[in-house]
């Protein structure tokens, strides 16, 4: 029997690393792709996979530099599993569907503002 897929989001986590420096702090992305699978731990299984390929093809790549400096991409792994929600039913992806969704916490109500505005702002990441 077939088990029905569904619809997740993965988290991935890469980061850059100097080849010949020391480093005081690192560039952290947080990538979300989506993953069709048969349930969440299945859904992890192919983003980490897709992770270490997608560090292994950069590694390939010996042109990228940070500040001028040799780096490399490091995969870091999966911060997190979502569950795309639906609008509509079957299951299929569409138009106003919640594919990811942050939780965090803000000291005053002038930080929400200045995050809406894509300023810089302290937040305290939850999920």
Known sequence: MI?????????????????????????????VILIEASDEAHAMTKAEEFGRIE?????????????????????????????????????NLESGDEVTFNEFVVTDEQSIKKLVEGEEVQVNYIK
């Open 3 to 31: 088990k029905n897929m569904a619809w997740f989001t993965a988290h991935l986590v890469t980061y850059f690393k100097l080849k010949n420096v020391p480093q005081d702090t690192y560039t952290v992305w947080e990538n």
């Open 55 to 91: 560090a292994e093809l950069d590694a390939e790549d010996n042109t990228l530099t940070v500040d001028d400096e040799p780096a490399e991409t490091i995969f870091a792994g999966v911060r997190k599993i979502g569950t795309v929600f639906h609008r509509g039913q079957g299951g």
